[in-house]
């Protein structure tokens, strides 16, 4: 097998792939594109002048057929001469004949536009044919053209030494109108109109697609990474609102995402268990913090005592979706000021503590790698069945890969028309680095449009 050619192809089936979900999601385009298409068609159709179309036939004949080699020989004549009169029917000479015996009012130009011959192949048949919005006009410009090119070609076909012509044209059947007219062809007009709405819809969305950089769907991720996507989390007014979700009262969408994230999380490393998780995103406002408070309150709910770290030593955000105090925290147990004990917060949700960023140093990077940072993780996991962290975005800054070599995972949090893939593939390269990632996962969540 020629493994070169497979790897080529798979590019090539991918981006395939991709387009035709991109045209699953994006069908109703299509379809309004081909309305769209066929309206105007007819549209087109109905506001164009119906026109009539007269057919005169005519016989050409060539030589005396005095015997059968001779009728043979003027027959294959006058299939020769049948391509040549056929242009002659538009020459000045015809036109203006036709025109003064027939008495219409128009010029040779004109007469010209709405005429044409055509010749029958392998037949001495030629068939005259004159288009116009009153069928009596296309009729008499038919028959006119017509007796005009048999006396024509009867004086052309006479040799220079005077005699019998030798070839003439004869009217076999006069001018015919349909009753129905021959444009516009509004089926004709309207399949047109459709497939090339379908064609230009089915190009919205493929330029769409090309030059679209957003995250749209769970689809745009397995694409993007290699790790699990461990939910997909509809828009919910509470998630918006930046409030916690209320796991005890019914199911909601979201509740049941998050709650199918815990399940997952217990499946994504076979070698241990993810005790230890830090939540983050590529970017800010990305849904990372609210993410953190529910993966955290999930968890709570079936029983586990969780501690929620707010690391986001920079833009912490963890207090203004829980009651808790944000002046004290972690950095000073990291600066050595304060235990961890005495700084913990209960945060009115059942087994769920808080432990606040603290005072916001001008250091945090260096203060997220320190041995005390190691130290306390370490303690904290002691004592706690689940350690979810809250980290800042993973490009701006460094600390979300420095508090990645310190847990177990990371959930990295990606929201629907928003996120950048650039920047998915960026953070994900970075996450990869660090110690945990190559032992563990790199969880991907999808949140819907909204402000988070």
Request: some cysteine; hydrophobic content about 45%; overall charge neutral.
């Amino acid at each position: 097998m020629n493994t070169n050619n497979s790897a080529a192809g798979k590019p090539a089936q991918s981006e395939l792939q991709g387009f035709l979900r991109v045209v699953k999601r994006g069908w109703f385009v299509i379809v309004l594109a081909a309305l769209a298409g066929g309206s105007c068609a007819v549209l087109l159709s109905l506001l164009q002048e119906p026109v009539y179309r007269a057919n005169v036939e005519l016989y050409v004949t060539s030589g005396a057929e005095a015997n059968a080699q001779s009728a043979y020989q003027g027959s294959l004549a006058s299939q020769q001469r049948v391509a040549s009169y056929a242009r002659l029917i538009a020459s000045q000479p015809v036109l203006s004949e036709a025109l003064r015996s027939s008495g219409l009012q128009m010029t040779a130009d004109e007469a010209a536009t709405k005429l044409r011959a055509e010749a029958t192949p392998e037949t001495v048949l030629l068939t005259v044919s004159a288009d116009d919005a009153n069928p009596t006009v296309a009729a008499a410009l038919a028959d006119s053209v017509a007796q005009a090119m048999t006396a024509f070609v009867t004086e052309l076909e006479k040799p220079a030494d005077g005699g019998t012509s030798l070839a003439k044209l004869t009217v076999v059947k006069p001018a015919s109108v349909g009753d129905d007219p021959v444009a516009p062809q509004t089926r004709r007009n309207l399949l047109l109109g459709l497939v090339a709405g379908t064609v230009v819809g089915v190009l919205v969305l493929y330029v769409r697609w090309k030059l679209d950089t957003k995250v749209r769907s769970q689809d745009d991720l397995v694409e993007l990474v290699d790790y699990p996507v461990l939910s997909v989390v509809p828009r919910d007014p509470d998630l918006g609102s930046g409030r916690a979700l209320n796991f005890g009262i019914g199911a909601s969408a979201a509740a049941e995402a998050f709650r199918r994230l815990r399940t997952n999380l217990g499946f994504v490393n076979v070698d241990g268990p993810v005790t230890r998780l830090i939540v983050t995103s590529a970017r800010a406002s990305e849904g990372k913090t609210t993410s953190a408070v529910n993966v955290a309150s999930a968890l709570a709910e079936a029983g586990h005592k969780v501690l929620l770290v707010d690391a986001d030593l920079r833009r912490p955000r963890v207090a203004d979706r829980l009651p808790v105090d944000a002046s004290v925290g972690l950095s000073d147990v990291l600066r050595g000021s304060a235990s961890w004990q005495d700084l913990v917060q209960q945060s009115g949700i059942d087994s769920l503590d808080v432990l606040g960023p603290g005072q916001l140093p001008p250091n945090s990077a260096e203060l997220l790698g320190s041995n005390r940072a190691k130290e306390c993780m370490a303690e904290l996991s002691a004592r706690y069945d689940y350690v979810i962290v809250d980290t800042p975005p993973v490009l701006p800054v460094t600390d979300a890969a420095v508090v990645a070599q310190l847990v177990d995972g990371a959930l990295l949090v990606a929201r629907a028309g928003a996120t950048q893939r650039r920047d998915i593939t960026s953070a994900v390269e970075q996450l990869r680095g660090t110690h945990s990632m190559v032992q563990s996962l790199c969880g991907l969540r999808l949140v819907g449009r909204g402000p988070l």
